[in-house]
T-cell receptor
Framework: KAGVTQTPRYLIKTRGQQVTLSCSPI?????VSWYQQTPGQGLQFLFE???????NKGNFPGRFSGRQFSNSRSEMNVSTLELGDSALYLC???????????FGPGTRLTVT | DAKTTQPPSMDCAEGRAANLPCNHS???????VYWYRQIHSQGPQYIIH???NNETNEMASLIITEDRKSSTLILPHATLRDTAVYYC???????????FGKGTMLLVSP
């Protein structure tokens, strides 16, 4: 069974721009969660989607948003990029969201 | 979620068992213990989880004390590829968020 895939793997953007990251979950998984990892703050939960609905949200500003499609694929968007948004963005999928989560390789975003 | 305490780093010789401790003294009855690991610059990898009984799978064993206030992840025969940051996470059953701490950096040496 194919694992979680994330595209693109690497991205360089300029401050003030916006960016969209994509995540394809494992087949049959309906929950997708997004995390941000930085050297200073570690791994932090952004939000979780299940059946196209945001079910949980972490403590991030409204510039961070996401959505999920009917095939369970998910996208996250960051608007008005700041230097501090430079991070590894990880998505994880699970069958229900309450079982073990399987992570993708991440998208490395650099904001200059 | 209850907080966990892990040593920041540990060393292990290749071929020996690696025993990674985790303290979760404020764990509640409906909270599970999960272990993940993250090899440098990769996404975290699920290892194992348990509620109160000891668990074993092809990757590792999880030993939870009877009072559930601490646990140990055991990698029976560590290899160089097991070098990673290991995260112990306490998670409420039925709740989707994983709250990661700083974890333990395990270095396996030849």
């Amino acid at each position: 069974k194919a694992g979680v895939t994330q595209t693109p793997r690497y991205l360089i953007k300029t401050r003030g721009q916006q960016v969209t990251l994509s995540c394809s979950p494992i087949s049959g998984h309906r929950s997708v969660s997004w995390y941000q990892q930085t050297p200073g703050q570690g791994l932090q939960f952004l939000f979780e989607y299940f059946s196209e609905t945001q079910r949980n949200k972490g403590n991030f500003p409204g510039r961070f948003s996401g959505r999920q499609f009917s095939n369970s694929r998910s996208e996250m968007n960051v608007s008005t990029l700041e230097l501090g948004d430079s991070a590894l963005y990880l998505c994880a999928s699970s069958v229900t969201g309450e079982d073990e989560q399987y992570f993708g390789p991440g998208t490395r975003l650099t904001v200059t | 979620d209850a907080k966990t305490t892990q040593p920041p780093s540990m060393d292990c010789a290749e071929g020996r068992a690696a025993n990674l401790p985790c303290n979760h003294s404020t764990i509640s009855g409906n909270e599970y213990v999960y272990w993940y690991r993250q090899i440098h610059s990769q996404g975290p990898q699920y290892i194992i989880h348990g509620l109160k009984n000891n668990e074993t799978n092809e990757m590792a064993s999880l030993i939870i004390t009877e009072d559930r206030k601490s646990s140990t992840l055991i990698l029976p025969h560590a290899t160089l590829r097991d070098t990673a940051v290991y995260y112990c996470i306490v998670r409420v059953g039925g709740y989707s968020t994983l709250t990661f701490g700083k974890g333990t950096m395990l270095l396996v040496s030849p």
